[in-house]
């Protein structure tokens, strides 16, 4: 008797929607994988690459996204896939439960932040540098005043602004917001 050992291919399904992170592929949260999902055993064809806060150690890259976006994984293992951290508009628990325990987060230099707008969290469109961020002038005026803020002459707030890159250090994280479309983004750096 043979066995069929299944591929990527026959494993693949349409993902799950994630409204707070809309296209985690295309930011590397999720990945394709023929890797079994720790919590549900299955082979699903991606696997959520992202940062896992838990107690059991090593479950990055071994949760499928099916897992996370119906909560089952966090509730299991009781994890976060994010910080918890959200800056901007205050929004509601069950809001921030949602993009903590259901929502593929990403990875960033230093601790990862959420940015919330309009009573909502806002999407995670992904890490972004000055190329991208030229798009998006909304968003680099709140970089600009970020870094305004922290006290440092214009030329230097410039300099940081224009030494923003994608796969680099220093690094933009750009979101948008669900509701006014307002583009939002905060910077780090190793």
């Known amino acids: 008797m043979s066995v069929l050992i299944p591929t990527v291919a026959d494993m693949s399904e349409p993902l799950p929607p994630f409204p707070y992170h809309p296209d985690p592929v295309a930011t590397g949260a999720v990945v394709p994988s023929d890797a079994v999902c720790a919590h549900c055993g299955r082979a ?12 059991t150690p090593g479950l990055s890259g071994r949760l499928c ?6 909560g089952s994984a966090a509730a299991a293992y009781e994890a976060h896939f994010t ?8 929004i509601p628990f069950d809001v921030l439960l949602a ?24 999407a995670f469109l992904g890490a972004a ?50 509701h006014c479309a307002t583009h939002l983004a905060y910077a780090d750096f190793a």
């Open 129 to 178: 540098g000055a190329a991208e961020l030229a798009a998006f002038p909304d968003a680099l005026r709140l970089l600009r005043a970020q870094a305004d803020a922290w006290g440092w002459p214009d030329d230097q707030v410039e300099h940081h602004l224009a030494s923003l890159h994608r796969d680099g250090d220093p690094t933009a994280y750009l979101f948008r917001c669900r």
């Open 83 to 90: 910080s918890g951290e959200v800056l901007g508009d205050e």
């Open 65 to 70: 996204p099916w897992c996370v976006a119906d």
């Open 99 to 122: 993009v903590d325990t259901r929502t593929p987060s990403f990875t960033a230099w230093q601790q990862t932040v959420w940015y919330a707008h309009c009573g909502d969290a806002a």
């Open 44 to 55: 699903r064809g991606h696997v959520y690459a992202g940062p896992v806060y838990a107690g």
